[in-house]
């Protein structure tokens, strides 16, 4: 095991940040990520010094590594998605300002940098693509890896890694939404919220998309609706219901994957987290996230 006096081991360990907001992109899951950077030192950690002295550049090395983890990852979360109770959503992250004081400065959400890569609808349209769509397009657009890395990373040509993110480009411009600035989609969120707490069923109504969606994720550990609400009038009503069933639930406004979002609690702790798709003025989705084990990181978020 390498020691701290180790020149080589703050060059190695300085890769760690890039690794989880590589690793997090490519499987919208926190955790994952965490394991998938540990799993990778440890088969650094294997190699003896001179194994690792062979290697030009452990940076590239590590990245080639985590992906090739992720890759293999992606294709059993296929069947393991399959087996998942209800809707699957990618794990949702706090803002960074948002922690617990004295949380550990290593904590991992707190390395993920919060870009356009990593907002709800953007992580939802990955989980539809293929394993080696996602790797390709993520390290070639979001990471700037050129197709020859991506080809040695991935196993295929070049040429077929353009391919690859070509199509996954074409997946990502066929789900977006005309762009709306954060202050617009804040105000609606926050309108939503207030209709919400009023149970104003024709404000709400008003805020949503007629072919609005509300998908949730319990994971079989949360009640929750196992299947997409479809429609606004249908959303309007099922936030109706929420609120009558659960009257003593706090509402309170939060950055969620970096973009306006609602986080709901009761008695202080967080029970849901809601990112919402703006398109124009209204809301197309909401992915509401109620898995206990996917809102770890936000169950210390001081109260504001």
């Not at 030009?56 to 080639?64: F, N």
């Not at 609606?188 to 209709?195: G, H, L, S």
């Amino acid at each position: 095991m390498s020691t701290p006096s180790d020149p080589g081991l703050s060059a190695i360990m300085s890769e760690r940040r890039q690794l989880i907001n590589l690793a997090y992109r490519l499987l919208g899951s926190l955790a994952e990520a965490e394991d998938v950077v540990q799993e990778t030192y440890a088969r650094w950690y294997a190699m003896s010094r001179p194994q690792q002295e062979a290697i030009e550049s452990p940076g590239a090395w590590l990245t080639t590594v985590a992906s090739r983890i992720c890759l293999d990852l992606l294709g059993s979360a296929r069947a393991r998605r399959e087996r998942y109770v209800g809707e699957w959503i990618p794990e949702p992250l706090p803002e960074r300002t948002e922690w617990i004081n004295g949380r550990s400065a290593v904590d991992p959400a707190d390395r993920v940098t919060l870009d356009e890569s990593i907002n709800m609808a953007f992580l939802v349209v990955l989980e539809s693509m293929t394993p080696a769509e996602r790797v390709a397009f993520i390290l070639h657009d979001v990471f700037r890896y050129s197709f020859a890395e991506v080809a040695e990373i991935v196993g295929r040509t070049p040429a077929a890694c353009r391919q690859l993110a070509t199509s996954a480009r074409r997946r990502i411009r066929a789900s977006q939404a005309p762009a709306t600035s954060t202050a617009q989609r804040a105000g609606i969120v926050r309108d939503f919220k207030q209709a919400w707490e009023a149970r104003d069923i024709d404000a709400l109504i008003g805020l949503l998309d007629p072919d609005a969606t509300v998908i949730a994720d319990g994971g079989g550990l949360a009640r929750t609706a196992l299947r997409p609400i479809e429609g606004g009038e249908q959303v309007a009503r099922y936030a109706i219901d929420l609120a009558r069933r659960v009257p003593e639930m706090t509402i309170l406004e939060r950055t969620v994957n970096g973009q306006p979002g609602l986080v709901a609690q009761q008695d202080g702790v967080t029970v849901a987290v809601m990112a919402f798709d703006v398109a124009g003025d209204r809301i197309k989705h909401i992915w509401a996230v109620r898995n206990p084990d996917k809102l770890r990181p936000w169950t210390v978020a001081p109260q504001h």
